[in-house]
């Protein structure tokens, strides 16, 4: 559901060839990840998870300018612009379109091999 620059459990262009991945909400340009755990520590899995998302949007439909979690629990919210989160993971400046593509051509690859 789109409202405004509110999106709820947005789907992007790589959604289908990942099995369905949805995200919790992008608002403004911000993807937001949803997390009800005890701790406000997110690891490796939940870092992950915001670059498939964001590597998934190979069509800039959402236009992300930052990523981050929200952990309802304890009213916390954590954010980065996409930028600084790439090159904190990648150890180097990523281009995100470049990356999109690839991401694009590894999925459809892989789709072909199993008859998708």
Not at 32 to 60: C, H, M, N, S
Request: aromatic share 10%; glycine share 12%; charged share 25%.
């Amino acid at each position: 559901m789109v409202a405004g620059n509110l999106a709820l459990n947005p789907t992007f262009g790589g959604s289908v060839p990942l099995g369905g991945a949805d995200a919790d909400f992008v608002i403004g340009g911000c993807l937001i990840d949803i997390k009800t755990t005890k701790d406000t520590k997110p690891g490796r899995p939940e870092f992950w998870q915001l670059v498939g998302y964001t590597l998934a949007d190979w069509d800039d439909c959402f236009r992300l300018t930052d990523v981050g979690f929200c952990y309802s629990r304890q009213g916390v919210t954590l954010r980065w612009p996409v930028d600084e989160f790439l090159h904190a993971l990648a150890g180097r400046p990523v281009d995100l379109g470049r990356q999109r593509a690839e991401f694009r051509e590894l999925l459809t690859a892989c789709g072909e091999r199993r008859g998708a």
